[in-house]
């Protein structure tokens, strides 16, 4: 039996801004944004473009694009980045009551950037195990933007940062872009390297934090960004190992789909720098061909491997037949990958 693809939306906010407009509000020159961090420009909101708003713009979007009743949703998976507009707060409740899933049951997983292959690998299995998963909506949306410290340079290689959002609708016993295996790393060594230290219980507003906010008004900028708590330890831990564990999840999930990275058509990757990116391709012995590097969007979070297939679909790069890794990265740190054979199963 397969679990197969439906079809997708991705909503992406209208605005730009391109390297050149970045650079001096990041001080990095324009040229090693483009050429060294891969970002010609990126994708900018506006105040409405929030986590859940989106998600559920980009499900009613592919709602619309199918004619499939809402109604006949059994399950919604909000899958990938849980900071969102509200604390304590289930997005994909929200997605459910925006679209008018009255028969689903909705719930989020949390996995960052990560969050897009591990939600098709979660979904996939559940429906294989409950067989009253019939149609099962994925979908998930991203503003990280908002958490980055844009005056930080330790915090550069997060401002490719952007938003937008997908929606994904699987099916049971659908013999068409099947998804098959996946992989997951995890690496437990990063887990408190990247935080926002604010807005948890473990870091109260306190009388005595809004009192020393009120005399410093850089405090009160940083309260809502991330915290980076040893930069330099981070890169050099994460640059002996993100290579490997990028490669590790691709050949671990071609190995659970019967196949090799050898027969990967496409190769469909979350926003990084474009050496990394090329150069996990190298690793993997796949032409450069086989990708679309997304130098104009930056950094959309979980949405970034299926943005990437979309543009390959458009471009001819994936055809019926092909087999595409979808690969994910996301802060804790956390990889993954998930397989999809596009077109007709055979």
């Not at 994708?43 to 009743?69: C, H, N, V, W, Y």
């Not at 930080?152 to 490719?160: E, L, T």
């Not at 994460?238 to 050898?262: D, K, M, Q």
């Not at 471009?315 to 037949?321: C, Q, S, Y």
Request: with cysteine.
């Amino acid at each position: 039996m397969n679990i197969g693809l439906v079809d997708y939306a991705i909503y992406l906010p209208e605005g730009f801004i391109s390297a050149a407009e970045l650079s001096p509000l990041v001080n990095v020159p324009a040229e090693v944004l483009r050429e060294k961090m891969g970002i010609h420009s990126k994708r900018r909101g506006t105040p409405e473009d929030q986590p859940g708003i989106m998600a559920a713009k980009s499900a009613k979007a592919l709602l619309d694009k199918t004619g499939f009743d809402p109604m006949d949703i059994d399950m919604i998976l909000y899958g990938g980045e849980t900071y969102a507009e509200y604390g304590c707060w289930t997005v994909g409740i929200y997605v459910q009551e925006e679209i008018g899933a009255k028969n689903a049951y909705a719930w989020d997983l949390s996995f960052r950037c990560a969050g897009l292959p591990l939600s098709l690998k979660v979904a996939k299995d559940m429906m294989l195990a409950d067989p009253k998963l019939q149609n099962v909506l994925v979908c998930s949306g991203n503003n990280n933007a908002q958490l980055i410290d844009y005056q930080d340079p330790n915090q550069s290689f997060m401002f490719n940062m952007a938003p937008g959002a997908f929606a994904m609708l699987l099916r049971r016993d659908h013999d068409e872009n099947v998804i098959l295996g996946s992989h997951v790393i995890t690496d437990s060594s990063f887990t408190l390297d990247i935080v926002r230290e604010t807005g948890g219980c473990a870091n109260l507003l306190t009388q005595e934090m809004v009192e020393e906010m009120a005399k410093d008004p850089e405090k009160i900028r940083r309260f809502n960004l991330l915290t980076l708590r040893d930069v330099e330890s981070m890169r050099t831990r994460l640059n002996a190992v993100s290579g490997a564990h990028f490669t590790g999840v691709v050949r671990g999930a071609c190995e659970n789909s019967g196949i090799t990275p050898a027969d990967l058509e496409f190769f469909g990757c979350v926003h990084i720098g474009n050496r990394a990116h090329y150069g996990i391709m190298k690793a993997l012995e796949l032409d450069e061909e086989k990708t679309v590097f997304l130098w104009e969007d930056g950094h959309c979070g979980q949405v970034d491997p299926l943005l990437a297939m979309d543009y390959g679909l458009k471009a001819g790069k994936v055809k019926d037949g092909d087999y595409v890794a979808l690969v994910g990265a996301g802060t804790g740190y956390a990889f993954c990958s998930s397989i999809i054979r596009w077109g007709k199963a055979r």
